[in-house]
């Protein structure tokens, strides 16, 4: 038998081998260092943004938002608040069985389209069949339940259901009504397109102190990121970052909603019974300029989308008319302050006073009479303010009616306010530097008026009003509104005398705005309504004007009434005295005030009747 032996390998073979074996495994090892340096590549480097767009596909952002602050009352009484409320929703496309993880573990359970319907129904406290005709169909919108609140749409929120959404509302309640709705105003966001794109923006309609205390009210709305899988499901231990809403802060106006509440009625019920256009009331603390009401016989309801643009704004602040004869407590201040008059001086006063061509009348006959000027402004008489007034010069009037405030902005916080108007003396004709000493020929918001009546009862100084008092945290922190520095108008000395000027008016004359137990003092006023439709007058503005008590003001009141129906021979009968008298009474005995404990000072209205009464 022969054997047939293999040859054995010779060097070169084995070099052969041993090459291909070392390409082989250097180009593995090449292919393997590549693939890894692609990988580090990709991954950490991902200069396409691969990571970051797979991150972005599986990251949703929710919004949290903030709740709108309240606006309160003196007293704490809420006028106006927001309650955070969802609108259920679907979309009937993308309903099917989904997986949910299992709350507070890492187990997953299937929910059929079936199941959600019994488990929504019961959330909403719906009919099954009502939750089941909302989920079928091929709408991707279609409300399931309107207006739920936030714990309804959690409960729903934590079915997991990726095509049941919750859609934020805010509704915005003004639990009063009516009550100061003027001074609250609305809050109105409006979507609305963008002139010459696609695009839309949210256009602030918001009006009173809604609107200016807007950044302060709203608050900043916060976000809820976090991740989902490629289901769709919510990952509970993936990666979430909540940024937390911040509320919006609470306001606190100096409005007292029960004095507001009644000037209300009081006014609404004095312009049905004249027949007038419309009616203001006005209430301020003579001490600090605090507005415990602006009350109008008209006004709008904040929750209400049915008012007139006229009505969302106090017309103690919008209407400028002219003052009529409350202006004569201003330019008594004036002469008395220059020194030109005093309570008891006496002039010798005609049946009518011609100056300058021009005839200057009173409201009733009279012949010629010996008067103080005392007994001048408690009859409210024009010949003789025109004859004390002319003692002051063109300037000095027009710098006088400056002094008060009169033709500027008052600097209230609310919106829609008129400065009135005061032309500048170098234009007034041979009548109107006379007519403006007795309130004619000037016009000025019931406000401006009221901060005459203001400054005489905080003893000559003139004080900014104020109607928002404090600004409170979520957390209860307040920031109180300083009462800004006031600017002196008159000495105390000329103050007390014009006061004792207002009291006389009360005690002689005007004697239905007189308040049982108190000291008060007041002015009357009448000046003739310019017509809005036509050149000259239709009609007449009335109104009164006081403080109380007079030994120490600490309120001023005044009612204002615009085109009572009354006959010009009485326009007296369409007066506000009852009013101011029912108005004031309410706020001394709201706020405790003490009886008076001194008796009035009476001044003499006739020369012959001042032996002996000093």
């Given at each position: 038998?022969?054997?047939?032996?293999?040859?054995?390998?010779?060097?070169?073979?084995?070099?052969?081998?041993?090459?291909?074996?070392?390409?082989?495994?250097?180009?593995?090892?090449?292919?393997?260092?590549?693939?890894?340096?692609?990988?580090?590549?990709?991954?950490?480097?991902?200069?396409?943004?691969?990571?970051?767009?797979?991150?972005?596909?599986?990251?949703?952002?929710?919004?949290?938002?903030?709740?709108?602050?309240?606006?309160?009352?003196?007293?704490?009484?809420?006028?106006?608040?927001?309650?955070?409320?969802?609108?259920?929703?679907?979309?009937?496309?993308?309903?099917?069985?989904?997986?949910?993880?299992?709350?507070?573990?890492?187990?997953?359970?299937?929910?059929?389209?079936?199941?959600?319907?019994?488990?929504?129904?019961?959330?909403?406290?719906?009919?099954?069949?009502?939750?089941?005709?909302?989920?079928?169909?091929?709408?991707?919108?279609?409300?399931?339940?309107?207006?739920?609140?936030?714990?309804v749409y959690d409960s729903i929120s934590d079915l997991g259901a990726t095509f049941v959404y919750g859609?934020?509302?805010?509704?915005?309640?003004?639990?009063n009504g009516q009550v100061g709705g003027s001074i609250v105003g609305r809050f109105s966001m409006i979507e609305e397109a963008v002139e010459g794109s696609d695009q839309t923006q949210m256009t602030d309609y918001s009006v009173g102190i809604e609107r200016v205390m807007g950044d302060v009210l709203a608050g900043t709305d916060?976000?809820?990121?976090y991740e989902i899988s490629a289901d769709g499901v919510r990952i509970p231990v993936g990666d979430e970052q909540v940024k937390p809403s911040v509320n919006g802060k609470n306001v606190r106006l100096t409005i007292d909603q029960d004095?507001?509440?009644?000037?209300?009625?009081?006014?609404?019920?004095?312009?049905?019974?004249?027949?007038?256009q419309w009616g203001t009331v006005v209430v301020m603390k003579v001490k600090d300029g605090s507005i415990l009401a602006l009350a109008d016989s008209f006004t709008m309801d904040p929750g209400s989308d049915k008012f007139e643009l006229e009505d969302m704004t106090p017309r103690a602040i919008s209407q400028a008319v002219e003052p009529g004869s409350t202006e004569k407590i201003l330019t008594a201040s004036a002469v008395m302050e220059e020194g030109l008059v005093e309570p008891r001086t006496v002039f010798d006063i005609p049946p009518e006073l011609e100056i300058e061509g021009q005839t200057i009348n009173d409201?009733?006959?009279?012949?010629?009479?010996?008067?103080?000027?005392?007994?001048?402004?408690?009859?409210?008489?024009?010949?003789?303010?025109?004859?004390?007034?002319?003692?002051?010069?063109?300037?000095?009037?027009?710098?006088?009616?400056?002094?008060?405030?009169?033709?500027?902005?008052?600097?209230?916080?609310?919106?829609?306010?008129?400065?009135?108007?005061?032309?500048?003396?170098?234009?007034?004709?041979?009548?109107?530097?006379?007519?403006?000493?007795?309130?004619?020929g000037v016009s000025q918001t019931p406000l401006q008026t009221s901060l005459i009546y203001q400054t005489i009862g905080n003893l000559g100084?003139?004080?900014?009003?104020?109607?928002?008092?404090?600004?409170?945290?979520?957390?209860?922190?307040?920031?109180?509104?300083?009462?800004?520095?006031?600017?002196?108008?008159?000495?105390?000395?000329?103050?007390?005398?014009?006061?004792?000027?207002?009291?006389?008016?009360?005690?002689?004359?005007?004697?239905?705005?007189?308040?049982?137990?108190?000291r008060v003092g007041g002015k009357t006023g009448t000046a003739e309504a310019p017509s809005e439709t036509k050149a000259g007058y239709d009609g007449y503005t009335t109104s009164f004007c006081g403080v109380a008590p007079l030994e120490d003001p600490q309120f001023m009141v005044s009612v204002t009434?615009?085109?009572?129906?009354?006959?010009?021979?009485?326009?007296?009968?369409?007066?506000?005295?009852?009013?101011?008298?029912?108005?004031?009474?309410?706020?001394?005995?709201?706020?405790?005030?003490?009886f008076s404990t001194t008796e009035p000072v009476e001044i003499p209205k006739f020369e012959e009747d001042l032996k002996g009464s000093d």
């Amino acid at each position: 038998m022969s054997t047939t032996d293999s040859p054995e390998p010779t060097p070169n073979r084995h070099r052969q081998l041993s090459r291909r074996g070392f390409i082989a495994g250097a180009g593995g090892a090449a292919g393997l260092g590549i693939l890894g340096l692609r990988l580090l590549y990709l991954q950490g480097f991902d200069p396409a943004g691969h990571a970051e767009q797979a991150r972005s596909e599986r990251t949703r952002v929710q919004t949290v938002p903030a709740l709108r602050g309240e606006i309160m009352d003196i007293n704490g009484n809420v006028l106006a608040r927001s309650v955070q409320r969802y609108n259920i929703t679907v979309d009937q496309t993308a309903v099917q069985e989904y997986e949910r993880f299992i709350p507070n573990t890492n187990e997953k359970e299937t929910i059929t389209p079936t199941q959600l319907v019994y488990k929504l129904a019961d959330i909403l406290k719906m009919k099954d069949t009502e939750v089941k005709a909302a989920l079928d169909g091929d709408s991707k919108y279609k409300v399931i339940k309107e207006n739920v609140p936030p714990e309804v749409y959690d409960s729903i929120s934590d079915l997991g259901a990726t095509f049941v959404y919750g859609e934020i509302l805010s509704d915005r309640l003004y639990p009063n009504g009516q009550v100061g709705g003027s001074i609250v105003g609305r809050f109105s966001m409006i979507e609305e397109a963008v002139e010459g794109s696609d695009q839309t923006q949210m256009t602030d309609y918001s009006v009173g102190i809604e609107r200016v205390m807007g950044d302060v009210l709203a608050g900043t709305d916060g976000e809820r990121v976090y991740e989902i899988s490629a289901d769709g499901v919510r990952i509970p231990v993936g990666d979430e970052q909540v940024k937390p809403s911040v509320n919006g802060k609470n306001v606190r106006l100096t409005i007292d909603q029960d004095i507001q509440y009644f000037a209300q009625q009081v006014i609404k019920k004095r312009v049905e019974d004249t027949e007038a256009q419309w009616g203001t009331v006005v209430v301020m603390k003579v001490k600090d300029g605090s507005i415990l009401a602006l009350a109008d016989s008209f006004t709008m309801d904040p929750g209400s989308d049915k008012f007139e643009l006229e009505d969302m704004t106090p017309r103690a602040i919008s209407q400028a008319v002219e003052p009529g004869s409350t202006e004569k407590i201003l330019t008594a201040s004036a002469v008395m302050e220059e020194g030109l008059v005093e309570p008891r001086t006496v002039f010798d006063i005609p049946p009518e006073l011609e100056i300058e061509g021009q005839t200057i009348n009173d409201a009733f006959s009279h012949p010629a009479e010996k008067r103080t000027f005392s007994g001048i402004i408690t009859d409210s008489m024009n010949t003789g303010t025109v004859m004390a007034g002319s003692k002051l010069s063109r300037e000095q009037r027009y710098n006088w009616l400056k002094k008060y405030g009169m033709g500027d902005y008052t600097g209230i916080e609310l919106t829609g306010e008129s400065q009135g108007m005061v032309t500048d003396y170098n234009e007034w004709d041979i009548r109107q530097q006379y007519t403006i000493l007795f309130g004619q020929g000037v016009s000025q918001t019931p406000l401006q008026t009221s901060l005459i009546y203001q400054t005489i009862g905080n003893l000559g100084v003139k004080l900014k009003p104020r109607i928002i008092d404090a600004v409170i945290s979520e957390d209860g922190v307040e920031e109180v509104r300083p009462v800004e520095e006031g600017v002196r108008v008159v000495s105390e000395e000329t103050a007390r005398k014009a006061l004792s000027l207002m009291e006389n008016v009360v005690i002689q004359n005007a004697k239905g705005a007189q308040v049982e137990g108190y000291r008060v003092g007041g002015k009357t006023g009448t000046a003739e309504a310019p017509s809005e439709t036509k050149a000259g007058y239709d009609g007449y503005t009335t109104s009164f004007c006081g403080v109380a008590p007079l030994e120490d003001p600490q309120f001023m009141v005044s009612v204002t009434l615009q085109r009572p129906k009354a006959d010009a021979s009485n326009v007296g009968s369409a007066g506000t005295q009852a009013q101011f008298s029912e108005i004031m009474e309410k706020v001394l005995q709201t706020y405790h005030v003490p009886f008076s404990t001194t008796e009035p000072v009476e001044i003499p209205k006739f020369e012959e009747d001042l032996k002996g009464s000093d």
